[in-house]
């Protein structure tokens, strides 16, 4: 079984300001995912980045960069340069090897003020 | 290509009446899934389809929700019947490898 664990319900920053999404994880797999998604109001879930949790290395997509502490389970989120259309619902998710389905955290609510 | 299609975009129903909601994932993707949106709350995964069978259903209702999926490419999502507390977004997802989710708009149900 897989928890997922966002402490953080809430988030408003400045355009143009760095912002950190946390994000903790439980796992009993030996190889697992764990992902970042955007949901804006469409609903539609975009995926931000994702991270394979035997790559040491930390992922990166442009203005997007993940924390990743396998030891500590911890899997936070970092947006550089924020810009308004960055504001919606940021879910933490996490899966097994093979084609398992997602296990989502509670989500934090973003908000980038102009 | 062309991504997960979901339809109704929304739906209203009175309780104790049926629903049903269809997803057609990307094609090729062998691997459904249906996950189920309460208001703020993360998803939570109801089915998953490896091509026309299920592979994980520990999380569907089972006496009021049933799901299916002909021919490994289509797939429906039914409620009967329905309640209150079964008011949320129903997702539809597809996947091909590991590792990699594609999701639809959803259907957001409202039961009255």
């Known amino acids: 079984a897989q928890t997922v664990t966002q402490s953080q319900p809430e988030m408003s920053v400045q355009e143009a300001e760095t912002v950190t999404l946390s994000c903790t994880y439980d796992?009993?797999?030996?190889?697992?995912?764990l992902f970042w998604y955007k949901q804006p109001p469409s609903r539609q879930m975009i995926l931000v980045i994702r991270q394979e949790a035997y790559k040491q290395q930390n992922a990166t997509e442009n203005r997007f960069s993940v924390n990743f502490q396998k030891a500590a389970k911890s899997f936070s989120l970092k947006i550089s340069d924020s810009q308004l259309g960055d504001t919606a619902m940021y879910f933490c998710?996490?899966?097994?090897?093979?084609?398992?389905?997602?296990?989502f955290g509670k989500g934090t609510h973003l908000i980038i003020q102009p | 290509e062309a991504g997960v299609a979901q339809s109704p975009r929304y739906k209203i129903i009175e309780k104790r009446q049926s629903v049903a909601f269809w997803c057609n994932p990307i094609s090729g993707h062998a691997t459904l899934y249906w996950y189920q949106q309460i208001l703020g709350q993360g998803p939570k995964l109801l089915i998953q389809?490896?091509?026309?069978?299920?592979?994980?259903d520990s999380q569907l209702p089972k006496d009021r929700f049933s799901a299916e999926r002909l021919k490994g490419v289509d797939s429906t999502l039914k409620i009967q019947p329905a309640k209150l507390e079964d008011s949320a977004v129903y997702l539809c997802a597809s996947s091909l490898v590991t590792g990699g989710y594609t999701f639809g708009s959803g259907t957001r149900l409202t039961v009255v």
């Open positions: 796992t009993s797999e030996s190889n697992y995912y």
């Open positions: 998710a996490s899966s097994g090897g093979g084609a398992d389905g997602l296990t």
């Open positions: 389809f490896q091509n026309n069978g299920v592979v994980d």
